[in-house]
C-alpha cells in the first residue's frame, strides 16, 4: 500500500491589508489611506492595521472670482451708488475745478489681474490718474480672473461741471 503524504500549509506570520479607498490629494502631493481591508487574515496573529500613504497630484483649482473688494476715488464726492462688488456702474460728478482724479481698484481675489483704463496689474490691485475733461469721462476697470477667462467690466462715468459764467467789473 501506498504512504500518504500531507502537505504543510504554508507559515501564516502577519495578516495582509491593503487600501480599499483613498483621502483626497494634498496640495504637497501625497494621500494617506481612508479605508482597510484585511486580505490575509492569518490564526492566531494580530498585526496592526498599518498606516499606508502614496504619491499623488493635488488637482489644481483655478479661481473664476472675477469681482472687486475695493473701488474709489481721491475725490471727496462719493460714487453713487456706493461701492458693492456685485454692482457694475457707478456715477459721479465733480466741479468744473477738479481737473484729475485717481482710481483705485482691488481685486477680491489676489491672483486676479485688473485693469484701469489702459493700465494692468498683476497684483490684484492698481491705482491710474486721469485728467477730466468738461462732460463726461468714463473710467473702465475690468477684472479678469485667475482662470484668465472670467471677465467682469465695472465702469464709472464721472461728469465735469463746465465752468459757470465769471463775474467781470
Keep these: 500500500r501506498g504512504v500518504l503524504a500531507t502537505a504543510t500549509p504554508p507559515s501564516c506570520i502577519a495578516d495582509t491589508w491593503t487600501c480599499s479607498s483613498w483621502n483626497a490629494c494634498q496640495a504637497h502631493g501625497s494621500q494617506t489611506c481612508a479605508s482597510y481591508t484585511k486580505t490575509i487574515d ?35 464726492q462719493s460714487l453713487s451708488p456706493a461701492f458693492q462688488s456685485q454692482v457694475d456702474r457707478y456715477t459721479l460728478t465733480v466741479p468744473n475745478a477738479q481737473s484729475t482724479m485717481t482710481v483705485t481698484a482691488r481685486t477680491t ?61
Design 42 to 76: 492569518c490564526p492566531n496573529v494580530n498585526t496592526a492595521q498599518p498606516s499606508l500613504s502614496q504619491s499623488c497630484t493635488p488637482q489644481v483649482v483655478v479661481s473664476t472670482d472675477a469681482s472687486l473688494s475695493l473701488l474709489s476715488t481721491n475725490l471727496s
Design 109 to 169: 481675489h489676489p491672483r486676479a489681474t485688473v485693469r484701469v483704463n489702459e493700465q494692468t496689474f498683476t497684483n490684484g490691485q492698481g491705482s491710474v490718474s486721469q485728467s477730466l475733461l468738461v462732460g463726461t469721462n468714463i473710467s473702465t476697470i475690468t477684472v479678469t480672473a485667475e482662470d484668465q477667462i472670467t471677465r467682469k467690466v465695472y465702469s464709472i462715468t464721472t461728469t465735469r461741471q463746465a465752468a459757470g459764467p465769471s463775474c467781470s467789473q
